[in-house]
């Protein structure tokens, strides 16, 4: 009976939240937070990809804290935040301050009806947007739009041969390719 009480009383203890958190609050900041007074002094290491210490930080507070970390002047990548407590226990995440560029255009296809197809684009940076249309592996359209910034069109497509797969292929310029179709 003690043994399953040691047995249950472990897997609560498991189970509990940690004192710390850490956690990306934007693509190149960290928030580490003790949602308690630490017991005794607190240690941030910063690692890169390779392994190497970036930033060490010691903090010594006698009560619940939380303390931001700026990596903007560190290059983008992948970094360990360790937190380290007086007594050897260790939290730790990895982070990723790579940011990921939106698309340059912005496009959706949506079925209307039998054959009939709408089409939205949206560039804000690109001059002229190539938009062609397959059915199937069949180029059947194809055409330029200039200044691309809210084009909304409805295609009917007459007899198409694959009409489950009618697509479309929006470029630009600058290298730029999506293909969309209808879900």
Excluded: C, W
């Excluded at 940076?125 to 739009?145: C, M, P, R, W, Y």
């Amino acid at each position: 009976m003690l043994f399953v009480a040691g047995i249950v009383t472990g897997a609560f203890a498991y189970n509990e939240e940690k004192p710390v958190e850490i956690r990306q609050t934007e693509p190149s900041k960290v928030l580490v937070a003790f949602k308690e007074a630490p017991q005794g002094p607190i240690v941030v290491k910063i690692m890169d990809e390779q392994n190497q210490l970036v930033l060490r930080d010691r903090i010594t507070k006698t009560e619940a804290f939380a303390k931001r970390y700026d990596l903007n002047a560190l290059p983008e990548g992948k970094y360990q935040i360790q937190v380290a407590d007086a007594f050897g226990n260790l939290s730790s995440s990895t982070v990723n301050t790579t940011v990921v560029s939106k698309p340059e255009v912005y496009s959706r296809v949506t079925a209307m009806g039998p054959n009939q197809f709408r089409l939205l684009v949206s560039s804000l940076e690109a001059k002229e947007v190539t938009v062609q249309i397959f059915d199937g592996n069949e180029l059947i359209h194809s055409e330029v739009v200039e200044n691309p910034q809210g084009l909304h069109k409805v295609y009917t497509i007459s007899k198409p041969a694959y009409p489950e797969a009618i697509s479309f292929k929006v470029s630009t310029a600058g290298g730029f390719t999506a293909y969309v179709a209808s879900k």
